[in-house]
């Protein structure tokens, strides 16, 4: 662990905010996308044999569940306290040192650690239908859920990929029993589960809550994904975009003596939420604007207890205070400028392994008191992306 010394003074020199470190993944699953500002020489920096890199992780204190060549830091958030990359420490152990002081008394209290973080993710195809664990079923091998939402920027999305459009759940009209039969023949032949579902077209700048259990096969945009500090999932797909997924990803996350038990898979479903004729009423999230001058702001994620997030819209030329009721994590998509002490922007392009100054985290106290952010261009808006864990206040129920 780093010095507990240098962590205090990089969080007392920029008065409640750290500066963090891109979180690059790779996935040996999906065709990466391209659009994660990431030089075009750079998507296999990890390692051939680990696959392109289609994710990017913000604020996280958890590592990947990634196969047995990923660094046991891969996935972690790292902050740096100089202008030298080498310089940094572990997000994590910035939370554990500071404590109250970082994440609020709230989150100290009861998770004793900042319980949520965001990703994007950056598939040229659309992923496999899946869905993530609850909380029973993630307790029986360790892991805790996985409740996450998706919001679709517009600045990150130059192109759809080849398939924009998301499946959620079953069609209502679905039985447990069709469900099976596929489930039976995943190491026999195409199954098409998807043949049972329901898809809706991927609309930008909107967003969807997914609870654990919901099976979700999501599109091809790129993606901004707010969720809770988990990386568990069972694969109910055995083809997808021509890709064979092993029997291993349907049942990697069952006790042992249950991976071949159809009926305890099936039970990792959340039945009445993926049937639900409402599913779109209940899951869909299109913003909501919650300050409109001298800077808009909208709710993008919101409608469950775990997190919530904002989409922070500075005009060109402008000096705010930006007040929140939590400590948060940000990430910066369009325009530069200035957050509190630090130059604030949004990369052209990023090399693997490089410091950026887009990403953030902002101390409750600091969000409290309000941040001072400000917009350097005269022509462009200065735009931004916030993450909140469970206790921010005000957040809009569904």
């Given at each position: 662990m780093t010095n507990a010394r240098t962590i205090r003074d990089t969080f007392e020199q920029g008065h409640g905010i750290?500066?963090?470190?891109?979180?690059?993944?790779?996935?040996?699953?999906?065709?990466?996308?391209?659009?994660?500002?990431?030089?075009?020489?750079?998507?296999?920096a990890a390692g051939m044999n680990r696959g392109a890199i289609t994710e990017r992780w913000f604020t996280s204190v958890t590592s990947t569940l990634n196969g047995p060549l990923a660094p046991l830091d891969e996935g972690m958030s790292y902050v740096s306290f100089s202008n030298r990359v080498e310089d940094k420490f572990l997000f994590k152990d910035a939370v554990d040192e500071l404590g109250v002081d970082l994440i609020g008394r709230e989150l100290k209290d009861k998770y004793n650690s900042f319980p949520v973080f965001a990703k994007f993710f950056d598939y040229e195809t659309p992923l496999f239908h899946h869905l993530h664990l609850g909380d029973i079923a993630a307790s029986l091998v360790g892991k805790t859920p996985k409740p996450e939402a998706y919001y679709f920027p517009h600045q990150l999305n130059n192109h759809p990929g080849q398939f924009p459009v998301t499946y959620f759940g079953f069609d209502p009209s679905t039985t447990m029993d069709e469900v099976r039969e596929r489930i039976a023949d995943f190491e026999k032949l195409d199954t098409r589960i998807t043949e049972l579902s329901r898809a809706y077209r991927i609309q930008l700048g909107t967003g969807w809550y997914v609870p654990p259990g919901v099976i979700h096969a999501p599109g091809s945009y790129l993606t901004y994904e707010p969720q809770w500090n988990s990386?568990?999932?069972?694969?109910?797909?055995?083809?997808?975009?021509?890709?064979?997924?092993?029997?291993?990803?349907?049942?990697?996350?069952?006790?042992?003596?249950?991976?071949?038990d159809i009926d305890y898979i099936l039970s990792l479903l959340d039945w009445e939420k993926n049937v639900d004729p409402l599913f779109k009423e209940h899951y869909y999230r299109p913003p909501i604007v919650c300050m409109d001058e001298p800077y808009e702001e909208m709710w993008i994620t919101y409608g469950n207890v775990y997190f919530s997030a904002k989409e922070l819209t500075i005009p060109p030329g402008r000096t705010v205070v930006v007040k929140d009721g939590a400590?948060?994590?940000?990430?910066?998509?369009?325009?530069?400028?200035?957050?509190?002490?630090?130059?604030?922007?949004?990369?052209?392009?990023i090399r693997y392994g490089a410091l950026t100054s887009d990403e953030f985290f902002v101390s409750e106290q600091a969000a409290k008191e309000g941040v001072t952010v400000t917009n350097l261009s005269l022509t462009e808006p200065l735009v931004m992306l916030k993450h909140f864990g469970p206790n921010n206040p005000g957040v809009p129920v569904v």
């Open positions: 750290l500066r963090l470190i891109p979180a690059f993944v790779p996935r040996k699953f999906g065709k990466a996308g391209h659009r994660l500002r990431l030089h075009p020489d750079d998507y296999y990386d568990v999932s069972a694969v109910f797909e055995n083809v997808a975009s021509g890709e064979v997924i092993p029997y291993e990803s349907l049942a990697e996350h069952c006790p042992d003596d249950r991976r071949h400590a948060y994590g940000c990430v910066v998509i369009e325009g530069y400028g200035r957050l509190g002490r630090y130059q604030a922007a949004a990369p052209i392009m």
